[in-house]
């Protein structure tokens, strides 16, 4: 039984990794920087903290990594493999697409089943691996590509935790995670089954499980990061307990549960207790997470489809007003971080074309539109308030 992870970042190792090594299967890190595999190969193990909860702590050993010049074994190690994950960060997804192929294309030759999960915060990651490999897969392979490789995406509701300086330097491959275990899959892409891992939770309507949870949770994580940064915080916990912010928060906790619950026919009172283990995630103090992080690169996450965006988008959709998602929007269109090049450029942006051009090319909404006006309203608010200066 073994398995291959592309990426080794913090989600890659600090939950599919320690997933996997949990359940006795073995699994072999891709992973584009050379330092990071050389490092991975030459420690051979790296340690998990989870927060809140130090007796599982762990310590994951027999760990080993190729880089990207490791093509043949890269590929060998694919067809050898009963399932591969990815998570590598949804722009880099086009990147692993001629490994993947040239891996799929070595196990037609062997036979068998073989299932791709991507594990991204993104739009669609199955469908951008699937087109990719279509286009360049071999003739030879792609009957068999067709039929017997199932490609599907994860959930990844464990947050992993920048470590700071000082623990890095004593073990610079240590991570920190929140204390959840649950890996929802959608099973019915599934080619197959994949190997029994602890957490796996296999869901069969997937559509609505993962919009329920990036119009609950990512939602709320924009919400408070971007108000948090713009009333001065540092920590998303520590913005989760601000009134001022609290107050908005629960008004777009309401305004997304009533959408979902319309949309997919959950009951609201459900969806409700839903969005209590978001609020509950946010203002836990054992996860030591940043606001800085959490809002890096706003023109994406103001896009038309993101967190705020999306989310005001749908809720307009069921007739209902965006209140408070249009003040977390507002709030994002002042984002303002010296080391965040994208902030930067919204920030440009927005001092020489208007927040009109910012709605118009970063969240494709019309400005005359109700969405815009009402973030421009909100805008208005937060300048009166003292929160905007500019």
């Known amino acids: 039984m073994s398995c291959v992870i592309f990426g080794a970042g913090k989600i890659a190792r600090g939950f599919i990794g320690h997933l996997l090594y949990l359940s006795g299967i073995e699994f072999t890190f891709v992973e584009k920087f050379d330092s990071l595999v050389d490092l991975i190969n030459e420690r051979g193990e790296y340690t998990v903290n989870i927060l809140g909860n130090s007796e599982e702590n762990c310590v994951v050993k027999n760990a ?3 880089g990207f010049a490791d093509k043949e074994k890269i590929a060998k190690a694919i067809a050898d493999a009963d399932a591969v994950f990815n998570a590598v960060g949804g722009k880099n997804l086009g990147e692993i697409v001629p ?40 003739d030879e392979a792609r009957e068999y590509f067709e039929n017997n490789v199932g490609i599907t995406e994860a959930v990844i509701m464990r947050s992993a935790i920048e470590s700071d300086k000082e623990l ?9 995670v929140q204390n959840f275990w649950e890996l929802p899959v959608d099973a019915s892409r599934l080619c197959g089954n994949l190997p029994d891992i602890k957490g796996l939770k296999l ?17 709320a994580n924009g919400t408070t990061s971007y108000l948090g940064a713009l009333f ?25 549960a009533k959408a979902l619950s319309l949309k997919h026919n959950f009951p609201l009172d459900e969806q409700l207790a839903f969005t209590l283990t978001s609020k509950n995630k946010l203002q836990d103090y054992t996860i030591v997470d ?11 996450k103001l896009g038309p489809d993101d967190r705020l965006v999306g989310s005001a988008r749908l809720v307009e959709s069921f007739g209902i007003k965006p209140e408070n998602l ?11 971080s010296e080391g965040d090049e994208f902030a930067n450029q919204l920030g440009e942006m927005r001092q020489e074309k208007g927040v009109d051009y910012v709605l118009e090319n970063v969240c494709k909404l019309d400005p005359n539109g109700n969405i815009a ?10 300048r009166n308030e003292g929160y905007i200066n500019e």
């Open 203 to 219: 869901i069969p309507e997937f559509t609505g499980f993962l919009e329920r949870k990036f119009y609950t949770y990512n939602a």
């Open 232 to 256: 001065g915080y540092e920590k998303i916990a520590d913005a989760a307990h601000d009134e001022r912010i609290l107050k908005i928060l629960d008004g777009v906790y309401q305004e997304t």
């Open 64 to 66: 080993k990594a190729f």
């Open 99 to 138: 490994f993947l192929t040239a891996g799929i294309e070595e196990k037609a030759k062997v036979g068998g089943k073989l299932n791709i999960v991507t594990c991204e915060n993104w739009k669609k990651p199955a469908d951008i691996l699937r087109d990719g490999i279509s286009e360049i897969i071999s």
């Open 373 to 382: 006006m009402l973030v421009k309203e909100k805008i208005e608010l937060l």
């Open 168 to 176: 890095l330097e004593k073990d610079p491959l240590v991570v920190n």
């Open 290 to 300: 940043f606001i800085e992080r959490n809002a890096r690169d706003p023109l994406r």
């Open 326 to 336: 249009c003040t977390a929007i507002a709030a994002a269109i002042y984002y303002k």
